[in-house]
T-cell receptor, first 114, second 112 residues
Framework: KAGVTQTPRYLIKTRGQQVTLSCSPI?????VSWYQQTPGQGLQFLFE???????NKGNFPGRFSGRQFSNSRSEMNVSTLELGDSALYLC?????????????FGEGSWLTVV | DQQVKQNSPSLSVQEGRISILNCDYT??????FLWYKKYPAEGPTFLIS?????DKNEDGRFTVFLNKSAKHLSLHIVPSQPGDSAVYFC???????????FGQGTILTVHP
């Protein structure tokens, strides 16, 4: 059974540009969430989608957005990139939403902003 | 406000011995706890979880203990193997949809 798949794995962008990251959840999983990992802040929750609806959002500026498609695939977008957005962006999926649902992570997308 | 804390940044153990990784949390609303293992440049790999209605859960070499009154959980790895060397994160959930709150991680090194 394929795991959570993220593309691209690595990318370099310039300040002010925007970036779109893609995520395919584990087959059958309907919840997709996104996390940012940086050395200083650790793993931080960005947002969660279930059945194409954003159910929850972390404490990030509006430059960070996402969406989920009817096939449960998800994308996240960061506009007007800043140097501090350089991070590992992790997508995770689970069967359902709420407590008790184990969350499985993808390999991540490494974003470097220069 | 760090709601999940792993106070030991690193732990070093000998192969075959027990590894004990600790985690403390402050939010009494958390009701689901997970441990993940992470290698550099990879996503976290799920290891084991425990619900707040239990105080222990075992899966092979991995056992998680939960002490709700102390708001403390621990992961025991017995016996430890060199392949267990990685960063271990504890995570807590249950307060809101899809959101896990992570600790800062503990680097485990298992020496042959």
């Amino acid at each position: 059974k394929a795991g959570v798949t993220q593309t691209p794995r690595y990318l370099i962008k310039t300040r002010g540009q925007q970036v779109t990251l893609s995520c395919s959840p584990i087959s059958g999983h309907r919840s997709v969430s996104w996390y940012q990992q940086t050395p200083g802040q650790g793993l931080q929750f960005l947002f969660e989608y279930f059945s194409e609806t954003q159910r929850n959002k972390g404490n990030f500026p509006g430059r960070f957005s996402g969406r989920q498609f009817s096939n449960s695939r998800s994308e996240m977008n960061v506009s007007t990139l800043e140097l501090g957005d350089s991070a590992l962006y992790l997508c995770a999926s689970s069967l359902g939403t709420g407590a008790g649902n184990t969350i499985y992570f993808g390999e991540g997308s490494w974003l470097t902003v220069v | 406000d760090q709601q999940v804390k792993q106070n030991s940044p690193s732990l070093s153990v000998q192969e075959g011995r027990i590894s004990i990784l600790n985690c403390d949390y402050t939010n009494s609303m958390f009701d689901y706890f997970l441990w993940y293992k992470k290698y550099p440049a990879e996503g976290p790999t799920f290891l084991i979880s425990i619900s707040s209605i239990k105080d222990k859960n075992e899966d092979g070499r991995f056992t998680v203990f939960l002490n709700k009154s102390a708001k403390h959980l621990s992961l025991h790895i017995v016996p430890s193997q060199p392949g267990d060397s990685a960063v271990y994160f504890c995570a807590s959930g249950g307060t809101s949809y899809g959101k896990l709150t992570f600790g800062q991680g503990t680097i485990l090194t298992v020496h042959p």
